[in-house]
């Protein structure tokens, strides 16, 4: 007697291709940039940037996937007051939230956002 073995594929990710989010900082000028996209088939690459505030300026930035923290980094801005933090992390099964921010050490201004992948 034969055995039937049925293999169901992983749903596909509305995302395949990656998820990106904009907006504006809060006390402050300035807007961000949240990208997510697939590195691996099993990791993925986070980049949070932060474009057009003073440069010069010290920032501590942080990522988390699922509420879990990932990253936690402080930069200064470049000459154009652009910067920016990636991290390359485990992408397991299913969807998850994405989280970064970033809050001016010097001004107190933030900047904030989500995405879902």
Not at 43 to 72: K, N
Request: proline share 3%.
């Amino acid at each position: 007697m034969a055995s039937l073995v049925l293999l169901a594929a992983a749903p596909a990710r509305a995302s395949d291709d990656g998820a990106k989010r904009h907006g504006s900082c809060s006390g402050g000028p300035g807007h961000w940039k949240l990208v997510v996209r697939p590195a691996t088939k099993a990791t993925m690459r986070i980049r949070f940037d932060i474009e057009d505030v003073d440069p010069g300026e010290r920032w501590q930035l942080f990522l988390s996937v699922d509420g879990r923290r990932i990253l936690t980094d402080t930069k200064r801005t470049d000459a154009e007051g652009d910067v920016y933090v990636k991290k390359v992390t485990a992408d397991g099964r299913g969807s998850h939230r994405i989280k970064a921010s970033g809050v001016n050490i010097d001004s107190g201004g933030s900047c904030e956002g989500s995405v879902t992948y």
